[in-house]
């Protein structure tokens, strides 16, 4: 069974600077990897997927890298609808998530 | 527009049984992969089970022997049949659609929550 862990639990940073979130598999899952954001009350929604590519919709200060284990989700410059709760997910695993707050 | 409406959440007392419904529109649900995921309140997302386009399930540990994933392809809707519901049940339950190709959950619904308390 795959795990997956993400680091920080919680980023805190200002509207404009850039967010960098990190997530780790317990195993290789190539490039199968899925970022969602999430927003109190709200349900997911899917960001990026095959660990880069951009759902539609999705501007483009969102970006997603990586493969195998570690995987990133960098946020160019932070917007004010940005600040929420960022999850990754590789089939039928989440990651725990990570916060991004307001400084 | 495409569009996924979960229904049929509420409480229920420990060992009870609750139904719950995802509509679907703008999409058939029967060409689809689609699964159930919950979160509990203040917690993350948990992948609950998965009815595939040819009618393969699967179903997350904590849930096997006790919830049922099934669709109804005429009315476009998935379900979720919980039985023996348990306290650690309490959660919003989202439907959505699991892109095969994608491997990633496209489409959600707004959740329904189901609360098991006596």
């Known amino acids: 069974e795959i795990v997956l862990t993400q680091s920080p639990a919680t980023l805190s940073l200002s509207p404009g600077e850039r967010a960098t979130l990190s997530c780790r598999a317990s195993?290789?899952?190539?490039?199968?990897l899925a970022w969602y954001q999430q927003k109190p009350g709200q349900a997911p929604r899917l960001l990026i997927y095959d660990a880069s590519n951009r759902a539609t919709g999705i501007p483009a200060r969102f970006s997603g890298s990586g493969s195998g284990t570690d995987f990133t989700l960098t946020i160019s410059s932070l917007e004010p609808e940005d600040f929420a709760v960022y999850y990754c997910?590789?089939?039928?695993?989440f990651g725990p998530g990570t916060k991004v707050d307001i400084k | 527009e495409v569009q996924l409406v979960e229904s049929g959440g509420g409480l229920v007392q420990p060992g009870g049984s609750l139904r719950l419904s995802c509509a679907a529109s703008?999409?058939?649900?029967?060409?689809?992969?689609m699964s159930w995921v919950r979160q509990a309140p203040g917690k993350g997302l948990e992948w609950v089970s998965v009815i595939y386009s040819g009618g393969s399930t699967y179903y997350a540990d904590s849930v096997k022997g006790r919830f049922t994933i099934s669709r109804h392809n005429s009315k476009n809707t998935l379900y979720l049949q919980m039985n023996s519901l348990r306290a650690e049940d309490t959660a919003v339950y989202y439907c959505?659609?699991?892109?095969?190709?994608?491997?990633?959950?496209?489409?959600w619904g707004q959740g329904t929550m189901v609360t098991v308390s006596s």
């Open positions: 703008g999409f058939t649900v029967s060409s689809n992969y």
């Open positions: 959505a659609r699991d892109h095969g190709d994608l491997g990633a959950f496209d489409i």
């Open positions: 997910q590789q089939r039928f695993t």
């Open positions: 195993q290789s899952v190539s490039s199968y």
